[in-house]
Structures are given as structure tokens and as C-alpha cells.
């Protein structure tokens, strides 16, 4: 489905379902270098169990035209906005990686309209380091390649059916960074994470409950490093649930059921 957001076409997956005013919505926002579908176990089985799906393309990237976001504010303008264009009065963001923080972000600002928040693998601050930054801008598939090292702790999912998920992940990188001919996605997208220094005030002024989903092998976004966002979420009272996964940090791949079971149970915490 496609929405018109920021004088451009926004791509989101439904699941294979229309949207459904009496049924609440879930919004899937992907990290640096992918795109919807590294959400596709999630947002299929929610839009088939009582949820609207969507499970966007940030802008700039495959389906999605306009240029792409270069900070995480920028990026939450674009959440925003999709409410808007899909005449949604309330949705619930999960974000993974740098969508976790766009996902934060947008919360923060649209108060009331979040009716719950999931940060998959998240950071603050989340860093990058400065051979990483220099490489993604000058020696992009090597860069790609790095990435996908140190963002995997297995080959194959659970009953993965043979399906080799380094490669896999190296080949929706190439395809998505491709994707873009005006924009390096790779460099843009790691400083627009390494950039943002707003997570402590948006926990304090989320209007909903929040859960974290972090990987215990994460390398990444070591689950140490979401710390200071807990706290300051449990600082200004707010409901905060911590789910940690035997996994990396590709959460959606290496614990498909494990994180699919996390959000959906969340989704069941009383709106604030």
C-alpha cells in the first residue's frame, strides 16, 4: 500500500490485509540498510490476528520515493505524517535499531497517539565507530560485510530450513543500498544514529508504555548500552517492560518466534 507522506509515495506492507477501522493499528519501522521486509514473521501473523500492519519503507529506500531521511528527527516526521495520510487517530511503533529510535522519537512528539512503543534493539547513545563511519562512506561492501559480522551470533535461524542468514543479510544490504542512486543509505543512515542525543528527553515524555526486546549477543547494541534509557523510563514512571533474547542483534531473524511472542503478548499491556 502505498501513502502519500512529505510530497512523496511512502510504501508500507499490510500483511495481505485491507486496513480495518475497528481493529488497532502496529507501524514496523527497519534499521540502517533494510527495509519492511525484516519484519515479515511479525507483521504477518499480527495482521492475521485482530492488527492493522504497517510495515513501512523509510523514505528514499526501495519502494519508497523522496529523499531519505538524514537524522532520526527528520525520520519521526515522516511517522507522523503516515498517521495523517492513513487517517489513523493511534498506532503502536516497534522500531528496530535506528527505527528504534525513530519509533522513540515519534512517540515522544505524538503523545497520546502512541498507544504502545517497542525498541528492538536499541542504544543511547547509539555510537558508531569513526573506522566504521569512514568506511561505510568510502568502502561501502566492505562496510556491508563488517556489519553483518558483527550483527549476527548464528548462520541459520531456529528451523531455518537450511536458510543461511549472513548471506542473506549481506544480500538485502546490497539491495537496499542500491536502491538509492542520489544517497549513500549506508553512511546516512549510521550518522543519523551516531547523531542523536534526544532518548533521555523522549523516555520522560513518552504518554505510553514501553518494551524493550534486547539481544544478550548483541554486538551492535550490547544490551548494556539500553540501560540508560530503562532507567530514565522507570525515572519518569513509566510502564517498561525488558525482554532479553538468546540472539544478536538481528532479532527478527535469529529469534523470529521469541521476538514475535514478546510484541504480541506487550500489545496486550493496557493503553495509557
Given amino acids: 500500500m502505498q501513502f502519500q507522506v512529505q510530497a512523496a509515495d511512502l510504501y508500507a506492507y499490510t500483511g495481505g490485509k485491507a486496513l480495518d477501522a475497528s481493529q488497532p493499528t502496529a507501524i514496523f519501522i527497519h534499521g540502517v540498510l533494510c527495509d519492511h521486509s525484516v519484519w515479515a514473521l511479525q507483521s504477518r501473523y499480527l495482521a492475521n490476528h485482530g492488527w492493522n500492519v504497517l510495515a513501512i519503507d523509510l523514505p528514499g529506500h526501495c ?8 537524522s532520526v528527527e527528520e525520520a519521526a516526521d515522516t511517522i507522523a505524517q503516515l498517521l495523517d495520510a492513513a487517517g489513523l487517530e493511534r498506532a503502536a511503533l516497534i522500531g528496530h535499531s535506528w527505527g528504534s529510535l525513530i ?88 550518522v543519523a544514529c551516531d547523531s542523536y542525543r534526544n532518548g533521555q528527553a523522549a523516555m520522560a515524555a513518552l504518554a505510553c508504555p514501553v518494551l524493550f526486546v534486547l539481544g544478550e549477543q ?55
Fill in 63 to 70: 519502494k519508497s520515493g523522496g529523499p531519505a531521511p538524514r
Fill in 218 to 272: 548483541d554486538q551492535m547494541t550490547p544490551a548494556k548500552a539500553a540501560r540508560s534509557l530503562i532507567d530514565a523510563a522507570k525515572a519518569a514512571g513509566k510502564q517498561v517492560q525488558v525482554q532479553m533474547l538468546p540472539c544478536g542483534h538481528n532479532q527478527m531473524t535469529e529469534s523470529p518466534d521469541e521476538t514475535l511472542f514478546a510484541i504480541h503478548d506487550f500489545l496486550k499491556t493496557p493503553k495509557a
Fill in 103 to 190: 519509533a522513540m522519537e515519534a512517540a515522544a512528539r505524538l503523545g497520546t497517539r502512541v498507544s504502545h512503543l517497542v525498541l528492538v534493539g536499541t542504544a543511547d547513545p547509539m555510537k558508531v565507530a569513526p573506522a566504521l563511519l569512514e568506511q561505510a562512506l568510502n568502502a561501502t561492501d566492505q562496510a556491508i560485510g563488517m556489519v553483518q559480522t558483527f550483527s549476527r551470533a548464528t548462520l541459520a535461524p531456529p528451523s531455518g530450513a537450511g536458510s543461511w542468514v549472513f548471506g542473506a543479510g549481506m544480500a538485502l544490504a546490497r539491495r537496499v543500498q542500491a536502491s538509492n542512486r542520489d544517497t549513500n543509505l549506508l553512511h546516512t543512515g549510521f
